[in-house]
T-cell receptor
Framework: KAGVTQTPRYLIKTRGQQVTLSCSPI?????VSWYQQTPGQGLQFLFE???????NKGNFPGRFSGRQFSNSRSEMNVSTLELGDSALYLC????????????FGPGTRLTVL | GENVEQHPSTLSVQEGDSAVIKCTYS??????FPWYKQELGKRPQLIID?????GEKKDQRIAVTLNKTAKHFSLHITETQPEDSAVYFC?????????FGTGTSLTVIP
């Protein structure tokens, strides 16, 4: 099976802009979770989608949003970008059980100037 | 919510020695504990996991132990090799979401 894929792999934006990241899960996986990875904070949970519904949400401001499509592909949107949003954004997919094994994508490296 | 602490943050060992990374968690509802290895510029890769009904699990040179009473779990790597050099993350799942430790940068010195 193909692994989790993410596009684009790299992005450079300026403050105030918005950005959309995409994640395609492993075939058959219905859950997609998003994480922000920074050197100082490690992996921080953003949100999880299951069957097109947000099932869980971390402690991030409303500028961070997401959605999931019927084919389980997911997008994450960040509006009004801030310098502090520069990070590696990882998505992970799983079959869907709440404690199911997660498999990560390669990430999107976002740089905000 | 859950709080996962991971120690040490950096670890250097000689090739062939053992490496141990420890994590503690706070929520007794946590029931699934995976470990991920992340090489520089690559995605985190699951290397081993353990569920709360098991005390120990081993896979070749890698083992994980879980002490539910003390709320801690550890990763053990024996006979370390240079290719084991990476950042290792522990995680705990409460049934709602995963909480990750802040990572351990392991360097295996040839």
């Amino acid at each position: 099976k193909a692994g989790v894929t993410q596009t684009p792999r790299y992005l450079i934006k300026t403050r105030g802009q918005q950005v959309t990241l995409s994640c395609s899960p492993i075939s058959g996986h219905r859950s997609v979770s998003w994480y922000q990875q920074t050197p100082g904070q490690g992996l921080q949970f953003l949100f999880e989608y299951f069957s097109e519904t947000q099932r869980n949400k971390g402690n991030f401001p409303g500028r961070f949003s997401g959605r999931q499509f019927s084919n389980s592909r997911s997008e994450m949107n960040v509006s009004t970008l801030e310098l502090g949003d520069s990070a590696l954004y990882l998505c992970a997919s799983s079959l869907g059980g709440r404690d199911g094994t997660q498999y990560f994508g390669p990430g999107t490296r976002l740089t905000v100037l | 919510g859950e709080n996962v602490e991971q120690h040490p943050s950096t670890l250097s060992v000689q090739e062939g020695d053992s490496a141990v990374i420890k994590c503690t968690y706070s929520d007794s509802a946590s029931n699934y504990f995976p470990w991920y290895k992340q090489e520089l510029g690559k995605r985190p890769q699951l290397i081993i996991d353990i569920r709360s009904n098991v005390g120990e699990k081993k896979d070749q040179r890698i083992a994980v132990t879980l002490n539910k009473t003390a709320k801690h779990f550890s990763l053990h790597i024996t006979e370390t090799q240079p290719e084991d050099s990476a950042v290792y993350f522990c995680a705990a799942n409460t049934g709602n979401q995963f909480y990750f430790g802040t990572g351990t940068s392991l360097t295996v010195i040839p």
